[in-house]
């Protein structure tokens, strides 16, 4: 049976293609609005672009305004630059470039998604005309990892302990030897609620038959720190004559020269013992 759509009667709507249609809107949407990553150390200064110029004989037509999550950073109405006073005498724009904003010194509480709105006037009336999204992300370097000896568990087997703190963002333990990754013990990863700054730490047990070189990598963000632990088999040292050969040799020449004397001595005086009286009982004759 045929239907006949009569004058006048929307078309059938297909659901899937509307769905479609919304998520590609909502592509497009995003991709005008100019989404960028920024990434900076804490106490650096990062340049968050609007991507957006405006001549500088009609900013008074125009309302620009920063924002953090809803929380004001920077207007500029009618030519007037306006800092709130979180990120006051640390943050200026740049008219010029793009309406960029730089924030110095940075904090870790500064990182987060950053909004820039441009508005124009129109017959009076201010309209949206430009809208940029801006996410900053902010690291703090963790330190050198520090690799412990924990002693020796049993007689074959010694324990060692990497740990480093003072970081962000979370950080990611291995170890690592010959680029195999090993097993990781006891891993612990702990953050300072007010700080939010993260701590690590993870145990290694090894057998001491063998030589090792031992890797604690620490992977934080795009960034990484590192140690190394090299353990050896010492060997046993062999005996050392306490004298040099000359001294050895020299010592000998001079006991067997004072043996021979001694018993030259001695032979002499026995011989002349016996010869004295040889000597008298022939004169008695």
């Known amino acids: 049976m045929r239907h006949t759509l009569m004058r006048g009667t929307p078309p059938l ?49 125009f309302r620009i305004y920063w924002q953090k999550n809803n929380e004001v950073v920077l207007t500029i109405i009618s030519g007037n630059i306006s800092v709130w006073p ?38 009076g009336v201010y309209r949206r005309e430009h809208l940029a999204l801006v996410k900053l992300s902010i690291r703090v370097d963790f330190h050198d990892p520090i690799i412990t000896d924990l002693g020796n568990p049993s007689a ?27 097993n990781v013990i006891n ?12 701590n690590i730490s993870s145990e290694l047990h090894f057998n001491l038959t063998r030589n090792h070189t031992f890797v ?28 040099p050969l000359w001294v050895t040799i020299l010592i000998t020449i001079i006991g067997i020269c004072g043996m021979t004397v001694l018993i030259t001595c001695c032979w002499n005086h026995t011989r002349a013992y016996l010869q004295g009286p040889a000597a008298s009982s022939r004169g008695n004759i």
């Open 13 to 61: 709507q297909r659901p899937h293609f509307k769905l479609f249609q919304l998520l590609v809107l909502t592509g497009l949407f995003h991709f005008c609005l100019g989404d960028s990553q920024v990434t900076k150390a804490v106490k650096e200064m990062a340049v968050l672009s609007c991507d957006y110029n405006i001549p500088t004989q009609q900013l008074m037509n």
């Open 86 to 123: 979180k990120y006051k005498n640390r943050t200026i724009v740049d008219i010029a470039n793009n309406l960029s904003i730089v924030i110095l010194a940075l904090r870790l509480s500064d990182k987060g998604t950053y909004t820039c709105i441009v508005q124009k006037t129109d017959n």
């Open 156 to 182: 074959d087997i010694k324990k060692i302990l990497c740990s480093t703190s003072g970081g962000f963002p979370e950080p990611r333990l291995s170890w690592l030897e010959n680029g195999e990754q090993l």
């Open 187 to 198: 891993l612990t990863v702990s953050q300072d609620p007010e700080t939010e700054l993260y």
């Open 216 to 243: 604690c990598l620490i992977k934080y963000g795009d960034q990484q720190v590192s140690q190394t632990f090299p353990w050896i088999i010492s060997k046993p040292s062999p005996l050392v004559d306490p004298f």
